[in-house]
């Protein structure tokens, strides 16, 4: 019952346990020691803390605990895309997905090696194309079990992550606490040290929690899952836009826009005969140049069970020259090998349903 109560260290911000050893009367550049041992040598447990006095090694490990992430699952191979299912302490079942070195989509550069990490077991916002909302919302992660997604991966790729994206499965605006509060470990100099630039957190329109993540004082990116140039698009696939429809949306991206020196990005998912009509291309460019966004489009995949498909190529390089010729920055994903590289939460909804069905 009491290691349930338990914080996980990994949810620690160096300040906080600067306190916690102040209250124990302990030397300030213990707090140092600590996080080094954390995230240069990372070490998962408090006994490997050489450094540290034994009484207060056993007084950390009385108050915090190492969570672990179980890897269930590993697709794919060096080069290509992979995919991890990692299981958390309560059984539950989350997916990142490693993304090698591509030209960039969200980066400034190239985007080296980009992590897409989940942010909820499951999505509460139900768009009707996306796997990962296909069995419902379970619960938060807290922040330590996003920074552990990045350090899992370091350990069985052997492998420095310098791009994060928030795409994972989970809609990050509706956990936004945890996710600021992993964003600041993962970017801290005394953390995993990535720069905020090369952070982007994706949602799918809640406008307030957009209004609210502009006055934080960040500097990661934002993406909005746009995938609709109109309400009645918008309306089909993302029951999201029934609270927040796109004037409220976009007044939102205004706001952050306003704040912020980063552009926003525009993700714009292309399925066949919903939202790749040459009108829906125009008036996606009208937006873009209204909030100074970038679009980056991308081909459907396909979801077991679910009816929609992605258009021809021929449409998506015909929308993609539409967006263009307006004046808007705009990519179109084109590599191949889609295999395993379908969107995020199909793995693990694969795994769960194998495990359901399963003779006990
Ligand atoms: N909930 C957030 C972040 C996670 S989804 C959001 O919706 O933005 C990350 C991205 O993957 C979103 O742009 C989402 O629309 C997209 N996505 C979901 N299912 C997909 C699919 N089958 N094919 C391509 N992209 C997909
Ligand atoms: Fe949730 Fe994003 Fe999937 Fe929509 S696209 S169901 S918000 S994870």
Redo the contacts with the bound molecule.
Sequence with gaps: MQTAAKRSVHSLLLDEIESFLAAQNEKPYRAKQIVDWLYEKRVDSFDQMSDLPQALRERLASEFRFGELETVRVLGSKDTTRKFLFRLSDDSLIESVLIPASPALYGERSDRRTI?V??QVG?A?G?K????GLDGFSRNLDASEIVQQLLAVEKATGERIDNV??????????NLSNVVRAIRIINAPWGLEIGARHIT?????LAPQIKKLADEPLQSRL???L?GATDDVRNRI?PVNRKYDLTTLLAACDYYASRRKHRIYF?Y?L?GGVNDSEEQAHLLAGHSRRIGARVNL??????AG?E?S?PSREIQERFLSIVRGHGVVATLRREKGHDID?????LRLQTKRAEENAPV
Excluded at 129 to 132: E, G, N, P, T
């Design positions: 897409c989940s942010t999505c916002y768009c194309f996306c796997a990962s994206v928030f795409m994972g499965m989970g809609e990050p605006l509706a957190i994706s949602t799918s329109g993406a909005i899952s995938h993302m993700e998912i399925i991308i081909p459907y995949n396909t979801v679910l929609w992605r379908a969107a995020c939460g199909q």
